[in-house]
């Protein structure tokens, strides 16, 4: 049996961390201050200095491997390089506990490996502010650190062999899965062998697939079906909306318990940290919540306890939050911890996507060989650009700097007198800047120093604003070293006259592709799956995917005589012409409902808009049930709005296009039997998106409107209008109010099957 395989950092952390969680503020580099930093260091050493030195080492059945920092071969001394800011003797006890215990591990396979009777471990603190080192050296024999090499990996074998042991009868079931269900629909046969393929040829795919075929399962299927033969560790699920992980979860549900003999696969939900909060009020360390008290001392038995429990049933947000509650551990730190144990993982977009994401850090520490499923990936163009994207409000700031502590003033008021500078040569309501503002920046990292070293000295007091606007300036400083092309910096007018204006500054991300690139090559096979990814050339432009990335668009199963698509050429939607297209739009969905009663959806492009129609509607027709959606539903009234429209109930649904009634819902046979569209999709004509136009008419070879307009906007009437059929027994009707549908250009990004009529 191959040994089983661990990095020296996660051995490190399974085995050496103990006390409690804490997580009061400590100022941090960012990542790339962090290998400027590492890098800055090893220009400093030597020429004979090896730098990013590979080591390994094995005991038993256990084989341990990582880089360490530098080694310096005529000192005979082994660095680890830490960078840090603020003050070094704030930094946590545990913290530099475990430093020296990767020092340590390091140290006993360098001397293993090159037969050193001892050597010197340096472990390098670095001050990224002031660019600083702190050398601590300590000098140990080969025999002292073979010793505590082998005592870490003696506490952790056990695990190390219960893992090997699961993940070798995981592989032996995923090898014999059937498929959940008696046959596939049709085209999920055509998904699932290409998903399969490119899982064996490492290759990312795209897939256009119509709604109602089972796409989550036909695509969760093979990538658990190559998981034996490409040696994947791990499958990440990501979705851009809470109903995407239900899905997920449900098709995983299926298949773990719906074989012969339960599969042993580990599911784990992840959830963002404010809903699975147990104490909100309470700050996150041992002082002030009981679940961080002795958080590590207490979790090796949770761990156990999920990973037995993960054999039985889906880790989900309930299930982990009751077996966490039962140990008086965090849930939500203990699905972070959890996350490196679990076969499955189903979560948002963000925690493999974003600047920081964990799953994309996991898989980098570990050399994890990892398969991503994107779901519904067409949200991942704004859903990536909001993740690079940063922004200060001036008006915001004002407050801050108004009530933060006098130790602050000066860097504040620096800060203060650039922004006005700003502000003051701004002609414009909007404008994009010629580049970086670089006295603005200059004092925004003083301020950042300065705010950094007193919320690490004050780690007790309340600033709820100003951590917040920290965190916040953070971003804009780091999307500022990685400023580029792909963005624009802008401002934009926010109140105020001439002497009180303010300003929003923003670094706005137009291109995640730079950003996403990454992380599609980090991963064995991406599949990015939905209705609407057409043009692929859009999304392989805008995301970055690999030039080989295969394209599979799978048939719809559905047949024109299902859906009834009616054009209503003599109605516009436009802007100008809303308020006088309102007779007209209200006139056709009661002569609809009339002449075949039951439940329909009726889409808007804005809320003013749909509540202007809400209005007239029941001024026309009061006899007729209409619902409405509001601004800012909880999830909770979504779900309640959607268990309105039973197979029983007849009434028509007023939402807006783009928002959570448009995807990723789904209401069978009578349950939803038409939709109205009355909009294009556009999103609207206003200074930011006309530059975001001008900026990849740049980039994209002229192709500006239809990447910020055209496409965009038909994807939302795409994914809308899949809601009506959702199955080959599906009936149902769709109009398409505005005129525009006419036009050649729009209907070739309608799906292939819909048979147009002309005017309603």
């Known amino acids: 049996m191959k040994p089983y395989v661990v990095a020296v950092r996660a051995l490190c952390e399974f085995t050496a961390k103990h006390g409690d969680l804490d997580l009061r503020f400590t100022p941090a580099p960012s990542a790339q201050e962090g290998i400027a930093g590492h890098a800055l260091v090893a220009a400093r050493r030597p020429a004979h200095y090896q730098a990013e030195l590979a080591l390994s080492g094995q005991y038993r059945d256990l084989l341990v491997r990582g880089r360490a920092d530098g080694f310096d071969a005529l000192l005979g001394r082994l660095e680890e390089v830490k960078t840090f800011k603020g003050k070094l003797e704030q930094l946590p006890a545990n913290h530099r506990l475990l430093h020296w215990a990767q020092l340590k591990v390091y140290g006993a396979m360098l001397c293993r490996e090159q037969g050193l009777a001892e050597v010197e471990l340096a472990l390098v603190y670095f001050n990224i502010g002031s660019q600083q080192e702190t050398v601590l050296l300590e000098r140990h024999g080969a025999a002292e650190l073979q010793a505590h090499f082998e005592l870490l990996c003696e506490r952790f074998l056990a695990w190390a062999q219960q893992e090997q042991g699961h993940r070798a009868i995981r592989d032996a079931a995923l090898s014999t899965l059937s498929f959940p269900h008696a046959e596939f629909r049709s085209g999920q046969r055509d998904l699932s062998t290409a998903v399969y393929r490119a899982a064996q040829t490492g290759r990312c795919l795209m897939v ?23 040696s ?40 963002a940290r404010d809903k699975a909060c147990e104490h909100p009020d309470k700050a996150c360390h041992g002082d002030s919540c009981p679940l961080a008290k002795g958080f590590y001392d207490r979790l090796p038995l949770a761990r156990a306890a999920a990973v037995a429990q993960a054999e039985l049933a889906l880790l989900d947000r309930a299930t982990l939050r009751e077996l966490a509650l039962r140990h008086q551990v965090c849930p939500y730190y203990l699905s972070q911890e959890l996350a490196r144990w679990s076969d499955v993982i189903v979560g948002d977009y963000n925690y493999y996507f974003d600047t920081s994401a964990m799953l994309h850090s996991l898989t980098q520490a570990n050399l994890w060989r990892v398969a991503v499923l994107v779901d519904e990936a067409h949200n991942l163009v704004e859903r990536g650009r909001k993740m690079y994207t940063a922004e200060l409000d001036q008006a915001s700031f004002r407050g801050i700097r108004l009530s933060a502590p006098s130790a602050l003033k000066k860097p504040l008021d620096r800060l203060h007198r650039s922004w006005n500078e700003l502000v003051k040569g701004q002609t414009e309501p909007y404008q994009v800047l010629d580049g970086l503002p670089l006295k603005f920046l200059t004092s925004l990292q003083l301020l950042n120093s300065a705010l950094a070293e007193y919320l690490a000295e004050h780690p007790t007091e309340v600033h709820a604003s100003l951590q917040s606007f920290y965190f916040e300036a953070l971003q804009f400083a780091r999307m500022a070293e990685l400023f580029g092309p792909h963005s624009l910096c802008d401002l934009s007018k926010t109140s105020g ?38 043009p692929m050339q859009y999304f392989s432009d805008i995301l970055g995917l690999p030039a080989n990335t295969a394209w599979l668009e799978v048939a719809a199963p559905f047949k024109p005589e299902q859906l009834r698509v009616s054009v209503a050429s003599n109605i516009s939607t436009r802007y100008q012409q809303r308020a006088a297209s309102l007779p007209a739009v209200v006139d056709l969905m009661a002569g609809q409902f009339g002449a075949l009663p039951g439940n329909y959806l009726a889409f808007f492009s804005s809320h003013d808009y749909l509540q202007e129609a809400a209005a007239l509607f029941k001024s026309k027709w ?10 800012r539903m909880a999830e909770q009234e979504q779900q309640e709005f959607l268990e309105r429209l039973t197979v029983d109930s007849q009434g028509i649904g007023f939402v807006v296009l783009g928002g959570s009634f448009g995807e990723a819902i789904d209401l069978p046979g009578k349950r939803l039997i038409g939709a109205f569209i009355a909009t294009l999709g556009l999103p609207q004509v206003n200074p930011v998106n006309q530059q975001i136009k001008l900026r990849l008419d740049q980039l994209m070879g002229g192709a500006g409107y239809n990447y910020t307009y055209l496409y965009p906007g038909l994807q939302k009437v795409v994914q809308a209008a899949g809601r009506v059929i959702r199955t080959g027994a599906d009936r149902g009707v769709l109009h398409l109010l505005d005129d525009r549908y006419s036009r050649r250009e729009v209907q070739a990004l309608l799906p292939s099957w819909w048979r147009l009529d002309g005017a309603a």
């Not at 796409?215 to 998981?227: R, S, W």
């Open 208 to 230: 256009q697939a119509p709604t109602g075929i089972g796409k989550t399962v036909g695509t969760i299927f093979p990538l658990l079906k190559a998981c034996p033969a490409q």
């Open 232 to 271: 994947i560790d791990k499958l990440f699920f990501l979705a851009a909306k809470t109903s995407g992980r239900g899905l997920a979860l449900g098709a995983l549900q299926l298949l773990k318990l719906g074989a012969e003999t339960k599969l042993p696969l580990r599911v784990l939900e992840l959830v």
């Open 622 to 631: 009061p006899l007729i049930t209409i619902w409405q959606q509001t601004r």
């Open 497 to 534: 006259g001439a002497a009180r204006a303010s300003a929003l500054l923003c670094l706005r991300n137009v291109v995640p592709a730079p950003f996403l690139g990454a992380r599609f090559s980090a991963s064995q096979t991406t599949v990015l799956f939905s209705a609407t990814l057409q």
